[in-house]
């Protein structure tokens, strides 16, 4: 109620309270007076709260929805970037077929670690064994041992084998170069082994620094005593770890399988 409507009804009521208590004081025509005042007052009283109802505009109830909807942006269509697809030019049934090898090599080798009763795999982490890395991660039964370079890992197999488990160092080319002073640990004391290599420096190579030891890791294993198996296909993978597991520790050989680029560039 706003301060012209409460003074109205004030004079109002003071008028009715006027009328009712001192209307012997007044003759006829004053009594009507009062009335008249009265009525008066009614009607500016009225009058008043019905202009305001009248000037208050009427306000449409809306949604959170809608206020969103109006203060957002509109969407903009922005195209997709294009970028360079190995398999451009590839037919569907290609497309199809390296996506079904795509990780099935990698997989066989972890089913050989499995069923060769690996439960230790220290590796340097590497794109090239990325897949492999995440497999044994998962499994329970594997403990994986992240190394800060190639050599202790030679030491953590020896040391594994001592315990009476078995191990396999997962590295990469670049690699060999940094543990060959401890090879030699594996051929005086006749330990058993099995790394697994992942090439770089060869097919489809785009650092040039990758190049001399990708050429030296077949010579520099070879010179310390350790037999080379070359896997050269998605194919060839999963067999060769398999001759080389058990050979390895039924026999106790030392060996290295390299993966040869070409697996790597065929599947990326």
Same mark, same amino acid.
């Given at each position: 109620?706003?301060?012209?409507?409460?003074v109205v009804l004030f004079l109002l009521i003071s008028d009715i309270v006027v009328f009712?208590?001192?209307?012997?004081?007044?003759? !006829?025509?004053?009594?009507?007076?009062?009335?008249?005042?009265?009525?008066?007052?009614?009607?500016?009283?009225?009058?008043? /709260?019905?202009?305001?109802?009248?000037?208050? *505009?009427?306000?449409?109830?809306?949604?959170?929805?809608?206020?969103? !909807?109006?203060?957002?942006?509109?969407?903009?269509?922005? *195209? !997709?970037?294009?970028? !360079?697809?190995?398999?451009?030019?590839? &037919?569907?049934?290609?497309? #199809?077929?390296?996506?079904? $090898?795509?990780?099935?090599?990698?997989?066989?080798?972890?089913?050989?670690?499995? #069923?060769? /009763?690996?439960?230790?795999?220290?590796?340097? *982490?590497?794109?090239?064994?990325?897949h492999l890395i995440r497999r044994v991660h998962d499994d329970p039964d594997i403990t994986?041992?992240?190394?800060?370079?190639?050599?202790?890992?030679?030491?953590?197999?020896?040391?594994?084998?001592?315990?009476?488990?078995?191990?396999?160092?997962?590295?990469?080319?670049?690699?060999?170069?940094?543990?060959?002073?401890?090879? &030699?640990?594996? $051929?005086?004391?006749?330990? *058993?082994?099995? $790394?697994?290599? &992942?090439?770089? /420096?060869?097919?489809?190579?785009?650092?040039?620094?990758?190049?001399?030891?990708?050429?030296?890791?077949? $010579? &520099?294993?070879?010179?310390?005593?350790?037999?080379?198996?070359?896997?050269?296909?998605?194919?060839?993978?999963?067999?060769?770890?398999?001759?080389?597991?058990?050979?390895?520790?039924?026999?106790?050989?030392?060996?290295?399988?390299?993966?040869?680029?070409?697996?790597?560039?065929?599947?990326?």
């Amino acid at each position: 109620m706003n301060l012209s409507r409460l003074v109205v009804l004030f004079l109002l009521i003071s008028d009715i309270v006027v009328f009712f208590t001192m209307q012997n004081d007044f003759d !006829e025509n004053g009594r009507w007076a009062l009335v008249g005042f009265a009525l008066i007052l009614a009607i500016v009283w009225v009058y008043l /709260g019905d202009s305001k109802k009248a000037a208050k *505009p009427v306000q449409k109830k809306r949604n959170v929805q809608e206020v969103v !909807e109006e203060i957002t942006e509109p969407e903009v269509d922005i *195209p !997709e970037v294009v970028t !360079e697809d190995s398999m451009d030019g590839a &037919s569907l049934r290609e497309r #199809k077929m390296a996506e079904a $090898t795509h990780h099935i090599w990698e997989d066989d080798i972890f089913n050989s670690l499995k #069923k060769a /009763g690996v439960s230790q795999v220290p590796y340097v *982490p590497d794109a090239g064994h990325s897949h492999l890395i995440r497999r044994v991660h998962d499994d329970p039964d594997i403990t994986p041992i992240v190394l800060t370079t190639e050599e202790e890992g030679i030491a953590s197999s020896c040391g594994a084998w001592l315990g009476g488990k078995k191990s396999v160092l997962l590295m990469q080319s670049s690699g060999v170069g940094n543990c060959v002073n401890m090879l &030699s640990l594996l $051929t005086n004391c006749n330990f *058993p082994f099995v $790394t697994i290599v &992942s090439m770089r /420096g060869e097919y489809g190579e785009f650092n040039s620094w990758q190049v001399p030891m990708a050429r030296a890791t077949p $010579t &520099s294993f070879e010179m310390m005593g350790i037999e080379v198996m070359r896997c050269n296909s998605p194919d060839e993978v999963g067999p060769t770890v398999n001759a080389a597991l058990y050979a390895a520790f039924a026999s106790e050989q030392r060996i290295a399988i390299l993966l040869s680029q070409r697996i790597f560039s065929v599947i990326c």
